[in-house]
């Protein structure tokens, strides 16, 4: 950023300056509008402060109208005028002035006019037509500050009509030499394309230039258009994957500057919203996933650090995971950190667990069951919100076998809470459930009848329509039929109660359902009974004019019997003369239809009320109406929904005045009584719901501060703080609604007061059980990442599942858990046999079997151990090996000159490639490598007749790395023409002088010698190799194979002093900081225990280690000579490590890091 832009963003705080000095900073007292906030501050009510305002609009409007003012005095007028409208008084002459400001001022008044342009008027207000010329002019200025200032108004109020007329100015935007005016550029595009899509289709190609510009700032503006392009078409977009993936690498890598930090976190913001993308991207494309996945590993891995924003890049990363094409390996960890998150004692943490496990359960609702403990606790957790978002997790799982027990949880829920949201969405959770999962009509009729009374008049009106539907779309038939009179004995048996605390909308759906279908109870000596219960809710005052047109419908299909065309007629007399129009021609429907017997058959037959009836929801009869209508000018038809945006869009601030306050001294009294008389969502009084630091105020005499002494401390740092009642303290009575699960007989306590014969342990797993049935299943990602048998004990046998099925499944767990503790073992027990010395001097014996399975089982394809152990020497009848901690074998020459062959094969298995018995490899190795520290030997690969195969091994030299290829001609005849071709990009491969081989005789090994470095830094490389040879008599033939070869293969220990380890350390320029595990022993401090580790397992040098710091050094065989430098500086930071790594090799500190990361969690 040039010099002059940094001055100008450096006197951007003063440019609201009000003082009289130039240059002020702060806003001056002696100022109109210090005075004016002053003035404010000092009143004691509302009237008053409707009188200040009103003055001071006057003399504000005195002022702009006056041809005397000046412009700078114009801009303090305009910050009154904005403090005004901020408080909600209309200052709309004062709109015009703020224009003229912002197209005549200079750069500092222009500020002001645009600031207060953009709060002053909306999107569709007429005044914006005279600031286009204006915003086009100062867009091609050469000031960059009122560039900035236009792209700023355009992206925030300009409509999609004014968008063509400046469009192509802000296009040229995009290649301005400045990084802010491009920044700001594309989020200008980006507000048109959320406004206008169509209008910026043709400039996609420079989306993509922004992309890629060298400044993060453009790059990742440019990330809010493409999130909303993949969003809405992800595979017009697939080959962005590959970019999307390389700059969250570079992201988490720490390569964008450190402004981009925050809390020592690369660009938080940044990871997430690419975390997004590449949800998009790989949803359901295995292919594109696959090019995620390191990305996604590493991302998980870098957020360790303990601070909410590394825990919103998890959350996020989880997601993803979950979203894109499974991985085994990434579904492990993903639910390992779902597992810490739920089972963490924080409850911000804890919410953030049960959120990232309700979005996981939609994918596989298995991975509920590791927690159904915590899950059943959280029920009764003292935070509503952890309630709630656990009643959220219950519903993603529920299913027909634990609908009825989830049910009732969300209606003890909704029976103690009084938040109008969590009422909402709970009623219609239940109401879906019950007409997705219900067992019976029964219990469908009474958790609906739940439903109504609990959910009151805020619920959704889709609610009732669709029960209402759902009765009369059913066939005549005996279901139906026990249906409908289940549900009209169950509102009768209501109205004969109390039903001043129902609601008016469970009372119109009790209203049509005993209209419809009371005729099912065929009560044949008292026909006029249901009558009567409608007549007396008509009759009732809380009974509001909606439901009364609703009962009187219900009356006019009753009306059969003498008895009940008496009473239509009682009431007819009363409410015909109603000032309501539509209970008037309610009640003149019902007196014609109660005494025209005849035409009440005809219009309400009773055989025809299950016939379904054709509704024109379109209203095709009105459309000549309607074109006669537009024709003459009349204004189209909007919805309610319409409506109310326009509304909402018209009204830029609040014009609305405040309601009437009271002084100080009495609003401390008011605001504490009422606060007292609420009952917050958990039943507690909200008097208590101030912050517990208010006891730190002082209270002085004559003060008029809120006084709280006594108030109760229930918000504390870890969320709400529950509360013990004590002994003379009186619980705020409950307001009772009735409870339609129950007879009318029964009072409601029989179902409230929980058994008392169970112990609280034993009532929650049997909660469990009853809320998990249904989700077992034998091979689920466990959250933790580990089989866990616990949760087993709390599933319900699936109906029809024999007892064959269920040992076999127990037989599959034990031999998982059995396989995971083998996996997890060190490479102590070797061999056929043999017997282990270990540093204490213990020994063991295995069996050839044992020995035989167990090291086939830790050597994967490169033939390097899963797990090293300490020290250990094996002696068997062949040559001598030493294991080490860095899974490297020191072979020493035998002293015997022969070998038993069942014993050879047994050192060294290889079930894939059948070998010589009387040539064993290790007799093979050059004499000059055999005292060197090696790996075990590989299998590479075989011809399909066996004749031929190919091994290798590593052997580690101080200088390089050799890698010895031995080729095993297991037939009579002798191979020809021989040539061995080793290629990777990212190794320099050199064949050791006189050991290329041409020929190879039969039933022979020949070896094949390389040293290997690296050329440039990485985690793992993949080496290719071709053999190809011919038979006498045959055609040329080629074998390949591939080898894996890590980063660790090449590292080696670099001893320096101190000293010289200062001196490197200031010379590096390129590190890396990350927080790291530390490793605990009972002998041992965790920092040398931790740096022990890490040299057994990485060949590390530790320099020193004083108090709880420490620096070690390692070397890269890269190139000629010595290798490249690492350092390494560790500090114990509570209970992490932190790690800062510097080389000279940009990648070596990101490569050695992971290494380190997956050497301690080995450990």
């Known amino acids: 950023m040039s010099d002059v832009v940094e001055k100008t963003l450096s006197a951007l705080p003063s440019l609201l300056s009000l003082d009289s000095q130039a240059g002020a900073g702060k ?36 002022q702009v109208a006056s041809p005397n003012t000046t412009m700078r005095q114009m801009k303090e007028i305009m910050v009154r005028a904005i403090y005004c409208e901020m408080l909600g008084y209309q200052a709309s002459f004062s709109y015009i002035h703020a224009i003229k400001l912002a197209q005549q001022g200079s750069v500092l008044e222009k500020r002001v006019g645009y600031l207060a342009v953009s709060l002053f008027l909306n999107e569709t207000d007429e005044f914006l037509l005279l600031l286009v010329n204006t915003v086009l002019k100062d ?60 209008q910026v289709q043709h400039i996609h190609s420079k989306f993509r230039k922004a992309l890629c510009d060298k400044d993060p700032g453009v790059m990742t503006a440019s990330l809010h258009i493409y999130l909303q392009l993949i969003k809405e078409n992800p595979e017009s977009y697939k080959d962005l994957t590959g970019s999307m993936v390389t700059i969250l690498r570079q992201v988490v890598g720490g390569k964008l500057p450190l402004d981009f ?21 790989g949803k359901e494309d295995q292919g594109t996933s696959e090019m995620m996945y390191d990305v996604l590993e590493e991302s998980l891995r870098r957020a360790e650090m303990n601070h909410n924003i590394t825990y919103a890049i998890l959350f996020e990363c989880v997601k993803t995971i979950y979203t894109v094409h499974p991985k085994s390996q990434l579904l492990e960890k993903a639910a390992e950190c779902i597992g810490n998150f739920v089972l963490s004692p924080k409850i911000n943490l804890k919410y953030l667990g049960l959120k990232a496990l309700t979005y996981v359960v939609q994918q596989d609702a298995n991975l509920a069951l590791p927690h159904q403990m915590t899950i059943i606790e959280c029920l009764d957790h003292s935070d509503v919100i952890i309630k709630r978002e656990t009643l959220e997790l219950l519903f993603r799982i529920t299913n027909a076998q634990n609908v009825t027990v989830i049910v009732e949880k969300m209606l003890e829920f909704l029976r103690l809470t009084c938040d109008d949201y969590s009422t909402i969405d709970l009623v219609g959770k239940v109401a879906e459930l019950a007409e997705k999962y219900a067992p019976d009509n029964v219990w469908f009729i009474q958790t609906m009848n739940s439903v109504f009374s609990l959910g009151g008049d805020v619920m959704q009106p889709d609610i009732p329509n669709n029960f209402l539907r759902l009765l009369a779309e059913g066939v005549d038939n005996v279901e139906d039929r026990q249906l409908r009179l289940f549900a009209v ?101 019902l007196m014609i239809l109660s005494q025209d017997t ?16 054709e509704v024109d929801s379109s209203l095709s009869f009105l459309d000549g109406y309607v074109s006669e209508a537009l024709a003459a000018g009349a204004a189209p038809y909007k919805s309610p929904h319409q409506r109310q945006e326009d509304l909402v869009q018209e009204k830029a601030l609040s014009l609305e005045p405040y309601g009437l306050s009271l002084p100080v001294s009495l609003s401390s009294c008011s605001i504490t009584d009422r606060l007292t008389d609420r009952r917050s969502p958990t039943l507690l009084s909200m008097s208590s719901g101030l912050s517990g630091n208010s006891t730190e105020l002082s209270h002085q005499e004559g003060s008029t501060t809120l006084k709280l002494e006594g108030v109760k401390r229930v918000w504390g740092k870890d969320g709400y703080l529950a509360q013990q009642q004590s002994a003379g303290e009186t619980p705020t009575p409950l307001v009772e609604l009735p409870n339609p699960l129950l007879s009318p007989q029964s009072p409601p306590s029989q179902t409230q007061k929980p058994s008392s014969g169970l112990e609280p342990d034993q009532e929650k797993r049997q909660l469990a059980s009853s809320l998990f049935v249904g989700l077992g299943s034998h091979n689920s990602v466990c959250l933790m990442g580990r089989a866990e048998t616990a949760p087993r004990h709390f599933r319900r046998k699936p109906r029809g599942e024999s007892s064959s099925g269920a040992s076999e499944g127990s037989s599959n767990s034990s031999h998982s858990s059995r396989s995971a503790a083998v996996d997890n073992l060190l490479l102590s027990n070797l061999l056929d046999s043999t017997t282990v010395a270990s540093e204490g001097g213990a020994a063991t014996t295995t069996t050839p079997q044992q020995t035989s399975q167990r090291t086939l089982d830790h050597t994967t394809s490169n033939g390097n ?123 320099e491969i050199s064949c050791i002088s006189g050991s290329p081989l041409k020929e190879v005789k039969g039933h022979s090994v020949s070896v094949c010698l390389h040293t290997v470095v690296m050329k440039r830094a990485s985690v793992q490389v993949e080496l290719a190799g071709l053999l190809s040879y011919q038979r006498p008599l045959g055609q040329p033939q080629a074998a390949q194979f591939s080898l894996s070869l890590s980063l660790k293969h090449f590292l080696r220990p670099l001893t320096v002093s101190t000293g010289d380890y200062g001196k490197m350390w200031l010379s590096f320029s390129h590190d890396l900081k990350q927080n790291l595990r530390l490793v605990t022993t009972e002998h041992q401090e965790p920092l040398t225990a931790t740096l022990d580790a890490l040299k057994g397992k990485l060949h590390l040098h530790v320099v020193d280690i004083i108090g709880s710091e420490g620096i070690v050094a390692c070397r890269l065989l890269q190139g000629p000579g010595q290798g490249q430098p690492c350092l390494l500086h560790c500090r114990v930071n509570a209970d992490s490590l932190a790690v800062w790594l510097r080389s000279p090799v940009p990648e070596l500190p990101d490569s050695l890091l992971y290494h380190c990361q997956k050497a301690l969690t080995e450990t």
């Open 27 to 62: 806003l001056s007292p002696s100022s109109k509008l210090g005075n004016l906030i002053k003035g404010i501050t000092e009143l004691t009510s509302k009237h008053e402060e409707e009188k200040l305002i009103k003055k001071e609009l006057e003399s504000i409007k005195e």
């Open 139 to 198: 867009l091609q200025s050469t000031n960059l500050i009122e560039v900035c200032m236009a792209l700023t108004v355009v992206s925030q109020m300009f409509p999609k009509d004014m968008i063509p007329a400046i469009l192509p100015v802000v296009e040229e935007k995009l290649t301005h030499p400045k990084e802010i005016i491009r920044r700001k550029a594309v989020l200008a595009l980006y507000k048109f394309y959320l406004i206008a899509p169509n």
């Open 261 to 281: 930090n925050y809390h020592s976190v690369p660009a938080p913001w940044l990871q997430i919203q690419l975390l997004r993308i590449l949800a998009y991207l």
């Open 489 to 589: 004995d169950s509102y009768v048996s209501l109205l004969q109660g109390v039903t001043a605390k129902l609601p008016q909308r469970f009372l119109q759906v009790i209203s049509w359902v005993l209209g419809e279908y009371s005729y099912l109870r065929e009560e044949e000596s008292d026909p006029g009974s249901v009558m009567r219960l409608l007549a007396r809710l008509l009759d009732q005052r809380h009974t509001s004019t909606e439901t009364r047109s609703w009962v009187l419908g219900a009356m006019t299909k009753l009306c059969s019997s003498p008895v009940s065309v008496a009473l239509a007629r009682d009431v007819c007399e009363r409410y015909s003369g109603s000032l309501n129009t539509v209970l008037r021609q309610k009640a003149q429907e």
């Open 598 to 613: 005849k035409l009440r058959a005809r219009v309400l037959p009773a055989e025809g009320r299950l016939e379904s009836l």
């Open 865 to 987: 151990p899963h797990v090293e152990g300490t020290e250990q020497r094996v002696e068997a009848g062949g040559p001598l090996s030493l294991i080490r901690g860095n899974g490297m074998v020191a072979v020493v020459p035998p002293t015997h000159t022969q070998t038993d062959p069942q014993t050879q094969q047994d050192l060294h298995p290889a079930p894939a490639l059948e070998r010589p018995r009387d040539l064993p490899l290790a007799s093979h190795l050059p004499a000059e490598l055999s005292g060197l520290a090696r790996s075990e030997f590989t299998p590479l690969c075989s011809d399909q007749d066996s004749s031929l195969a190919l091994s290798a091994c590593r052997v580690y030299k101080e200088d390089a790395l050799v890698l010895l290829v031995f080729i095993s001609n297991n037939n009579d005849s002798a191979l020809h023409q021989m040539v061995l071709q080793l290629t990777c990009k990212e190794l």
